[in-house]
């Protein structure tokens, strides 16, 4: 058995590791057979995670609409594949069993468990391979009670979630369990560094959330997360990821949204404040204390569907008062800070094809122990991505009653500063432009 | 060196946690009491993009979530026989 005595800066190499890798990828075709509606119905481009206003009402609801009390298949399975290709070959192979450049890999393949059992009780659970580290482990878990309630004469839909990352709950594609990119590979050079609510603690907590939202205009959320213990991760095929809490960490949610029927927008702000042991490592006595705080905001217009336009923006800015990390030698400095703003713009032709642009900016305190392996010893990364995709079902329910769909995908990520610096940036002579990456993928679900 | 050394100014963060969890326990309360009980999950009209009149040959009372005289399975509110929405699955 690995040592659980983990450094600040191999905790992390893990916090990046999960921020960057872990693809949020979903697809849920049993929902489909539920609710007698396409994938177009509940996802933009009739496929993955990004939500149309209904498919915010069916989340929000419980997952519960169904258009008969009959039994419905509540199994789905979901695999992607993908080639990459980096501008220059990796210093080393990102993987057993893999070379140094132009990877093919199945990334992926999951199964579903997913529906309701009434009008108010309904979920999923979401079990994984990871073809790339060959293991199996649970992925994203999401039950729920709903109900629609009035309270002081305002109509409420309210209710509570039990589910194991923080954000997961949430019904817009801004934040990181569920923002774009949609789908990702272990394959690819990615930076080292991202804030803990970017995937850092996902499947490696429980939490639950109580969530309303107030008359279709203002959303809240207060969830409470606990690390469960390492016997109960183990056998889930997970770990403590960034860390394991001290305690409980709270994690808050508030939004203002409208919806017009062609159009929508939402903005929030959004907080996550866990204490964590880094790595589980309670050696020290102390803990690191992380708030990450964050504003947020959608548009989307969907006309007759024929043409749906989209905008995410999402800024995260995060304290670290890194106690624990600090006296393990992983970080010259108690305090330190990260920012880090995503942008995404899409369209998508009749829910076929689609476009999507990111921005991506990550930027800190120097540390030159949190931060080996960047010469300037910075966390700052930026680039650009974009994506090209093309559905061949999801618009009616004509295949397999809207149960098979097939997306086509090819991603281009630029990367214009990366661990630090834009060249040189570990001192080896490494340029950011070198770990820009092209990636084909083929993600179909069932 | 103290665990809580970022927390000795002022509220600490247990007491904040503390605070925070009996304000929404209060407060959760204080909302059950007002609750009416309502219907399974619904969506907005407006999330559902219902219109009161007709598309083409698709109508409402053709649609498999149409519940006679004027309502529907998913979309909330006083629905017209003669309306549409995105949702509109024909009636088998």
């Not at chain 1, 609409?65 to 695999?79: E, I, K, Q, V, W």
């Not at chain 1, 501008?87 to 309701?116: C, E």
């Not at chain 1, 964590?276 to 990450?292: A, C, E, F, Q, V």
């Not at chain 2, 993009?49 to 053709?62: F, I, L, N, S, W």
Request: one cysteine or more; proline letters at 5%; a negative charge.
């Amino acid at each position: 058995m690995a040592s659980r005595r983990t450094s600040g800066g191999t905790a992390a190499l893990a916090l990046a590791a999960t921020a960057f890798f872990v693809s949020p990828a979903h697809a849920v075709p049993a929902f489909a057979e539920q609710t007698g509606q396409p994938c177009s119905s509940c996802h933009v481009g009739a496929f993955g995670p990004q939500l149309t206003p209904f498919g915010r009402a069916f989340k929000e609801g419980g997952y519960t609409m169904r258009t008969s009390d009959g039994f419905t298949n509540p199994l789905s399975a979901m695999a992607i594949a993908s080639f990459v290709n980096s501008a220059k070959d990796q210093g080393a192979p990102p993987a057993p069993h893999y070379g140094v450049n132009n990877n093919a890999t199945i990334d992926q393949v999951s199964v579903f468990v997913a529906g309701s059992i009434d009008d108010h009780f309904g979920g999923f659970s979401q079990f994984t391979y990871d073809g790339v580290g060959r293991s199996f482990s649970w992925d994203n878990l999401d039950l729920r009670y709903a109900d629609n309630v009035t309270v002081f004469g305002t109509p409420v839909v309210a209710g509570l979630s039990l589910n194991n990352a923080p954000g997961l709950t949430d019904p817009w594609n801004t934040l990181p369990a569920w923002g774009f990119p949609y789908t990702g590979s272990d394959l690819a050079p990615a930076p080292t560094t991202g804030t803990i609510l970017d995937g850092g603690l996902a499947q490696s907590v429980l939490g639950v959330s109580g969530y309303a939202d107030w008359d279709s205009e203002i959303y809240t959320e207060v969830a409470l997360y606990f690390t469960p213990g390492h016997g109960f991760l183990r056998a889930l095929g997970s770990d403590f990821g960034a860390g394991s809490i001290t305690g409980v960490a709270p994690y808050l949610r508030a939004a203002w949204h409208k919806d017009y029927g062609d159009q929508n927008f939402e903005i929030g702000v959004f907080a996550f404040l866990p204490d964590l042991y880094p790595g589980g490592d309670t050696s020290t006595g102390t803990s690191d204390l992380y708030s990450d705080l964050g504003i947020d905001g959608s548009y989307q217009y969907t006309g007759d569907g024929s043409a749906i336009y989209g905008v995410n923006l999402r800024y995260t800015y995060e304290h670290q008062h890194l106690a624990a990390t600090n006296l393990l030698g992983g970080a010259a400095n108690l305090s330190n800070s990260l920012n880090d703003i995503h942008l995404d713009a899409s369209y998508y032709w009749h829910n076929e094809i689609g476009g999507t642009v990111g921005f991506f900016n990550t930027w800190g305190t120097g540390d030159a122990l949190l931060y080996p392996g960047s010469a300037v010893f910075k966390p700052d990364s930026s680039g650009i991505s974009f994506q090209v995709d093309g559905t061949i079902f999801g618009r009616d329910m004509d295949t397999l009653d809207g149960r098979f769909n097939i997306r086509l995908g090819l991603q281009y990520i630029v990367y214009t500063k990366f661990d630090g610096a834009t060249t040189n940036y570990d001192g080896l002579g490494a340029n950011a432009s070198d770990n820009n990456t092209l990636r084909l993928f083929v993600w179909t679900a069932l | 060196m103290a665990k809580t050394e970022y927390s000795t100014e002022g509220v600490s963060r247990r007491q904040l946690l503390r605070g925070a969890t009996v304000t929404a326990c209060g407060a959760a309360v204080l909302v059950a009491t007002a609750m009416q009980p309502a219907e399974a999950a619904t969506v907005t009209q407006a999330a559902a993009a219902y219109q009161p009149t007709p598309k083409g040959d698709q109508r409402c009372d053709g649609c498999a979530l149409f519940m006679a005289p004027s309502s529907c399975k998913f979309v909330a509110g006083t629905i017209s026989p003669s309306g549409w929405c995105r949702l509109y699955v024909k009636k088998a």
